[in-house]
């Protein structure tokens, strides 16, 4: 499928900040879910103008995440903020032609199915470079290609299940531990992104197109790399309770206060331990920073104040013991504050979330561009003038725009 040769010049670019580090890159994210949606999100706070695919209706599954909020839901708010949504079903033709026609003038297409699935639909790397032999593109799923388990289904915690990273943590007593964050998603997203970018530098530098690909399982792999080298180098085991950073060693674990909160502690460098011990008032445990028979002997320390009677001694001190902090104490945490970790949703001052991490000359980029869009809001902003047929105009208007209601969520499965 082609797009007509009187397709126009490149669109102009959305208004965004024009110091941003990526003001006028175009990227169009085919993608689903959180992986490739947290790299978009951090190249859109950045300036790019990302528009975002979803099916009509429903959206996609980051519209169903969390709680309520400003007209969608928290998930949703966070993941997309600064985006255009257009809404096209990628099975029908007419879909795929306007993709086709957004794809002549981006920079970066992302997408997350599995392996072959984006051929079959018409939009694989292959097909878009027909129309655009300069654009970047990066995919982003479960397994790789090239392997026995390319179409595998599976989400995170199948990714650090696999790679050995569940099976490193946890504890010899109750097994592997749920990590409460998405490591390989996330690791998986900033790979990906670190990679289509140099791709993009490439090109830009008079290089051909790219196709940049991760694979979650491998990410996750990656993230876990040092531990494993020291395996295969012979270090012996290397699970739960076994190494520092899995709780063998005293000065690397989260104790329990006499109030139920925690104090984290990771004094690592001797220093710090001396100083940790100093507090506790056990110097005798200098010696024994590496000694497990020790971790009881803390933990009973530990248990003896609450934990903010532990903070207050543990003031001006260079321990590297810091309390496990609920989501309540991280919004008012004045660090972050000054960060500018917590910040308000554009168009919604009265709503908080996450900041971005990344800082440039000593500033955060500027997050005031437009809060996350209902499904298909920008179809007509986006295809009017690409010179579409009218067959594939009348599609996409019926497409969009959306319902207002957030969306049940739906099965990943629907492209598969």
């Given amino acids: 499928m082609s797009v007509p040769d009187t397709q126009p010049d490149r669109q102009p670019d959305r208004p965004s900040d024009p110091t941003a580090p990526l003001a006028g890159v175009r990227v169009l994210d085919l993608s689903r879910m959180l992986p490739v949606g947290a790299m978009s999100q951090l190249l859109a706070d950045l300036g790019a103008d990302v528009v975002k695919v979803e099916r009509p209706?429903?959206?996609e599954e980051s519209r169903s995440f969390g709680a309520a909020v400003a007209g969608t839901t928290s998930g949703h708010a966070f993941l997309d903020r600064g985006k255009r949504s257009v809404a096209l079903d990628l099975k029908d033709p007419q879909g795929v032609r306007a993709v086709l026609a957004l794809a002549r003038d981006a920079d970066?297409?992302?997408?997350?199915?599995?392996?072959?699935?984006?051929?079959?639909?018409?939009?694989?790397?292959?097909?878009?470079?027909?129309?655009?032999?300069?654009?970047?593109?990066?995919?982003?799923?479960g397994y790789g290609t090239g392997g026995p388990r390319d179409a595998e289904p599976g989400h995170d915690l199948n990714y650090l299940a696999y790679s050995g990273a569940a099976g490193f943590g946890g504890s010899r007593t109750h097994g592997p531990a749920l990590a409460g964050i998405q490591v390989a998603d996330l690791v998986g997203g900033l790979t990906g992104g670190l990679g289509l970018l140099a791709a993009l530098v490439a090109v830009r530098s008079g290089g051909p197109g790219r196709h940049v690909e991760v694979g979650l399982a491998d990410a996750a792999l990656w993230s876990l790399g040092i531990h494993v080298s020291g395996w295969l180098a012979g270090g012996g085991?290397?699970?739960?309770?076994?190494?520092?950073?899995?709780?063998?060693?005293?000065?690397?674990?989260?104790?329990?206060?006499?109030?139920?909160?925690?104090?984290?502690?990771?004094?690592?460098?001797?220093?710090?331990?001396?100083?940790?011990?100093?507090?506790l008032g056990r110097p005798d445990l200098l010696a024994r920073q590496h000694d497990a028979t020790a971790i009881d002997e803390v933990a009973a320390v530990v248990a003896t104040r609450p934990l903010a009677a532990w903070l207050e001694l543990l003031e001006g001190r260079s321990t590297c013991a810091t309390a496990v902090q609920t989501f309540d104490e991280v919004a008012r945490d004045p660090q972050f504050a000054a960060r500018r970790m917590i910040v308000p949703v554009p168009d919604a001052p009265d709503v908080r979330q996450v900041g971005t991490p990344l800082r440039f000359d000593g500033r955060a980029p500027t997050l005031d561009r437009a809060a996350a869009p209902v499904v298909g809001q920008h179809n007509e902003e986006v295809l009017s003038a690409r010179g579409l047929d009218d067959a594939t105009l009348a599609a996409v208007r019926t497409w969009g725009p959306p319902p207002t209601t957030v969306p049940a969520p739906t099965s990943q499965e629907e492209y598969a």
Avoid: I, M
Avoid at 109 to 131: K, M, T
Avoid at 255 to 272: I, K, T
């Fill in 57 to 59: 209706g429903a959206g």
């Fill in 108 to 141: 970066v297409v992302l997408e997350s199915f599995r392996p072959g699935v984006a051929d079959r639909l018409g939009v694989g790397y292959d097909d878009l470079r027909a129309v655009n032999p300069r654009l970047v593109y990066c995919s982003v799923n």
């Fill in 237 to 279: 085991d290397q699970g739960p309770e076994s190494t520092p950073v899995t709780g063998a060693t005293p000065s690397y674990r989260v104790y329990a206060c006499a109030d139920g909160r925690h104090l984290a502690v990771g004094a690592v460098e001797p220093q710090f331990w001396a100083e940790l011990v100093d507090v």
